[in-house]
């Protein structure tokens, strides 16, 4: 085969796994790892090396690319091994795409590699070996820079904290995850990322910020159409809804995911589902419909041999048929599924339920006088109350102080937010809006190169005799309003202010946004700024002020370069021709080049009176024809 037709071999192996079908999947995986072992002397056997220096082809571009596709394969079949329980292969197989990576350097892969150990480290519930796998997977994508998967590492290890109990942690990774996905716009992580949060606050027993997060996961799901998602949401929010007492929404969510987990063939979701209603009938009173959803749920998880699932509902049943108030109450039957509890619980190491379904097997020893039963159990409850009494303390230290952090957080937020709108504002009164965006974005340097632009510089006359009669703040006030009423005009046609160089001012159209009528907008902005102005007699010397002002057109580049006061600025032949249209013209005129009379349109000319004033000498650009700009009368 050729290596093409393995690449599509594996797409073909990821979708299988992608749809459920491991089985399928791990066949493609092995025949593409045959196919390697023949072709390339890649070795994928447990006693045999991983990798053998030599190969078909001694180009080292093929040996990356023949490694990348090995591990990538590897990857695949571990993960299925992983989905069918086969949890020591799928880490042995990890073990071995780690190895391939390491000898080609291939970071990316190294670090996935990693990532896949950590997962299954967690579904063994080894949290505290996921955690170390993960925190060095996250280490390498943050240092690659690969968004996507620094967000994917972030979920990952709030996995982790979560089932380790460390609500802080979790919450604090969940919200990384979750900031990164909004930023890439993945509704698929963003969703996961709110369902976890959503758990974390169920736990911390915060049902109405659980209920908002799961909400907001439900609805993403629904616009995806992932059902399989969308039922484990429901079954959320109708676990919350019971928690908050309000059996009604509890029952109606519950049911809607009983429907679609039937329409699923999901066995297992069914069986939840038949505990959590079971439940709430029981908050209900309802003790016969109760118990009938217990026993379908027990039923259900025997047949699939979920023992933690089987535990839980054989508590639930013992408990209601050694409560008294059921009018089905039967000591014998409750100490019966009780017993069975306890026993698969201590096998479980089950603590929290074995703690609960302890004190309900005391009481009934105690109600039916069995008194030294009663007292064995007690002391068993008492024991192991101390511990489960402890993680509820932790539980609570946790939800303080996620409550302090959230506090502090939403203070930063708050600051930030300010700060950031602030920054906002003083950057787009400094760079053009579509510049500072960029440089928001994270652009360092920004060099755009524009054709056909129209350049102004305009210079107060007789500047340096007036700074001689004013003060320095008069003079200041002066140069204030003289360029104020510039801004507003070059914002009226649509002109970007460059800066201001003592009493000079310099402005462009057609940078950084493109305009086709640039002349016809600078040459408008030109007119009004001799106009249109007058300036307040209020200073301690008379003030009366013209300008001159100069005109070219033609190629710019344009951009701002630097790490520190960021200024955007034009460079070019063009921008120094404009200056010199403006020092070479005269007083209250507006002297322009022949190539900016070329950029005005025939239209155009129509409306603005152009007048030659034949070849002039310029300095640093020899003779140039040039002309002056008027109103047509």
Same mark, same amino acid.
């Given at each position: ?35 390697? #072992? ?77 990532? =896949? ?18 925190? +060095? ?68 027993? @915060?049902?109405? +910020? ?22 484990? %949401? ?76 089987? %535990? ?10 050694? =409560? ?50 009663? @007292? ?15 993680? *509820? ?29 602030? #920054? ?134 344009? *951009? ?34 022949? @190539?900016?009379? =070329? ?22 650009? *020899? ?11």
């Amino acid at each position: 085969m050729t290596h093409n037709e393995l690449e599509e071999l594996l797409i073909r192996a990821d979708t299988e796994n992608t749809n459920g079908h491991y089985e399928e999947a791990k066949e493609l995986a092995n025949t593409i790892l045959e196919t390697l #072992t023949t072709a390339s002397r890649f070795h994928f056997k447990e006693d045999s090396s991983v990798f053998f220096k030599k190969s078909f082809s001694d180009n080292k571009e093929t040996l990356e690319e023949t490694a990348s596709l090995s591990v990538r394969t590897l990857l695949a079949l571990a993960f299925a091994e992983r989905m069918m329980g086969n949890y020591e292969s799928s880490l042995a197989t990890l073990e071995k795409a780690l190895s391939i990576a390491e000898e080609f350097d291939n970071d990316e892969n190294i670090a996935r590699a990693l990532r =896949n150990i950590g997962i299954v480290h967690q579904f063994n519930s080894d949290y505290r070996a996921a955690l170390e796998y993960h925190h +060095r997977s996250l280490a390498i994508f943050s240092k690659l820079g690969i968004k996507k998967s620094i967000g994917l590492s972030h979920g990952i290890l709030g996995v982790s904290y979560y089932h380790l109990s460390d609500y802080s942690h979790a919450l604090e990774y969940f919200h990384k995850s979750l900031e990164i996905f909004e930023e890439l716009g993945i509704k698929e992580f963003i969703s996961e990322n709110l369902y976890n949060i959503g758990n974390v606050h169920l736990n911390l027993s @915060d049902f109405e +910020r659980a209920l908002e997060f799961f909400q907001k996961a439900l609805e993403i799901y629904e616009f995806l159409g992932k059902k399989n998602s969308i039922v484990i %949401a429901l079954e959320s929010i109708g676990v919350t809804y019971k928690e908050l007492s309000d059996n009604t929404q509890a029952l109606e969510y519950l049911g809607k995911a009983m429907v679609l987990n039937k329409e699923l063939g999901n066995t297992y979701g069914i069986g939840s589902n038949l505990g959590n209603i079971g439940n709430v009938h029981l908050n209900l009173l309802d003790y016969h419909s109760a118990l009938e959803h217990f026993l379908r749920a027990l039923a259900i998880f025997e047949q699939l041999g979920r023992k933690n699932s089987i %535990a839980i509902s054989l508590g639930n049943i013992g408990t209601l048929y050694a =409560n008294q108030d059921f009018n089905g109450y039967d000591a014998i039957e409750a100490e019966g599924h009780l017993l069975k509890a306890i026993s698969l619980c201590e096998e479980l190491k089950d603590k929290l339920n074995l703690y609960a379904i302890e004190k309900a097997l005391a009481d009934l020893y105690h109600i039916n006088e069995r008194w030294k039963d009663s @007292d064995t159990h007690f002391r068993k409850y008492h024991a192991l109350e101390k511990e489960v009494q402890s993680e *509820g303390a932790k539980k609570q230290a946790h939800k303080l102080d996620y409550e302090r952090k959230e506090a502090e957080r939403e203070k930063h937020l708050e600051v930030e937010r300010a700060r950031s709108q602030a #920054t906002d504002e003083i950057l787009s009164n400094i760079l053009p809006v579509n510049i500072m965006e960029r440089l928001i974005k994270g652009e360092k340097k920004i060099v755009d190169s524009y054709k056909n632009v129209s350049v102004l510089f305009a210079d107060i006359v007789g500047f340096t005799k007036l700074s001689a009669l004013l003060p320095a703040d008069e003079l200041i006030d002066v140069l204030d309003i003289v360029f104020t009423h510039f801004d507003t005009i070059c914002k009226k046609h649509g002109l970007e202010k460059i800066k201001t160089i003592g009493d000079a001012y310099m402005a462009v159209c057609g940078a950084p946004v493109p305009q086709v009528d640039h002349a016809m907008r600078t040459a408008n902005a030109a007119l009004e700024m001799l106009e249109d102005f007058e300036i307040e007699q209020r200073f301690s010397a008379p003030v009366n002020l013209t300008f001159r002002i100069g005109l070219h057109s033609g190629n710019v580049v344009a *951009g701002i370069i630097g790490e520190n006061k960021y200024s955007y600025d034009l460079w070019g032949d063009a921008v120094n021709t404009a200056s010199r249209m403006e020092s070479h013209g005269e007083e209250g005129r507006i002297h322009v080049s022949e @190539d900016f009379v =070329n950029a005005l349109s025939h239209g155009e000319k129509y409306l603005i009176k152009v007048s030659e004033r034949g070849e002039t000498e310029i300095k640093g650009k *020899g003779r140039m024809k040039t002309y002056y700009l008027s109103r047509v009368q």
